[in-house]
């Protein structure tokens, strides 16, 4: 009998104990769970924080590179959505170039994204042009061009650069606009630690 009582006792104290288990573990099921991104193994995923750099103080510090940080647009973040792009803080491939070849790519890239900004960021301050209008509408002119003219493929052809001194470069290549193919030469200076355009001119344009 005392047996009997014992058993009664502990399947009312042990049933609802084990119902409430069940609801805790339901309840956990249906909360949304972050989205598993792992496949996702862009560069930006490993990106790490670093001391702020120090300008020496015999060198200027040019802020026309600087990292621009986007404005938020005060949506919430979707964890359940993986982020395919890594935010454009330069504008191109999120990096400042550190060659010349590397400096026509981001040039032509940043056209074929319509990101004027960042394409006259590539130009230096003592551009010069043999345009009659001269370099600062010359300037103006491509800006416009950039926001509302036909785009370019993202990615020159035949790129070729040729060292003239130490800080100095010509590049030439093709740059395509569909089926118009332009020949350029662009004159690239070290300026800062940066290199920038210095003058550019079109050697042939060539409609296929």
Not at 37 to 62: I, R
Not at 115 to 129: G, I
Not at 141 to 148: D, F, G, L, S
Not at 150 to 160: A, C, D, E, H, I
Request: positive net charge; charged residues 20%; aromatic residues 6%.
């Amino acid at each position: 009998m005392a047996l009997i009582v014992l058993h009664n006792r502990l399947r009312v104290f042990c049933l609802p104990a084990l119902l409430g288990i069940a609801l805790a573990l339901s309840a956990c099921s249906s909360t949304p769970k972050p989205a598993k991104c792992d496949e996702n193994q862009g560069a930006y995923l490993k990106a790490e924080d670093h001391a702020h750099l120090n300008v020496p103080g015999d060198a200027s510090e040019d802020r026309r590179a600087a990292l621009t940080i986007p404005p938020s647009n005060g949506k919430s973040v979707d964890k359940k959505v993986c982020l395919q792009r890594s935010p454009s803080y330069f504008g191109t491939a999120g990096r400042i170039a550190a060659s010349p070849e590397e400096m026509v790519a981001d040039w032509a890239q940043a056209w074929a994204e319509r990101n004027s900004t960042a394409v006259m960021a590539m130009y230096s301050a003592k551009f010069s042009s043999d345009a009659p209008e001269g370099a600062e509408a010359w300037l103006a002119q491509r800006a416009k061009e950039i926001n509302e003219g036909p785009l370019p493929n993202g990615r020159v052809t035949n790129l070729k650069i040729v060292q003239q001194g130490n800080d100095r470069r010509v590049a030439s290549f093709v740059q395509h606009f569909g089926a118009t193919h332009v020949q350029k030469e662009l004159n690239l200076v070290r300026d800062a630690g940066l290199w920038r355009i210095s003058a550019e001119r079109v050697i042939s344009t060539q409609t296929k």
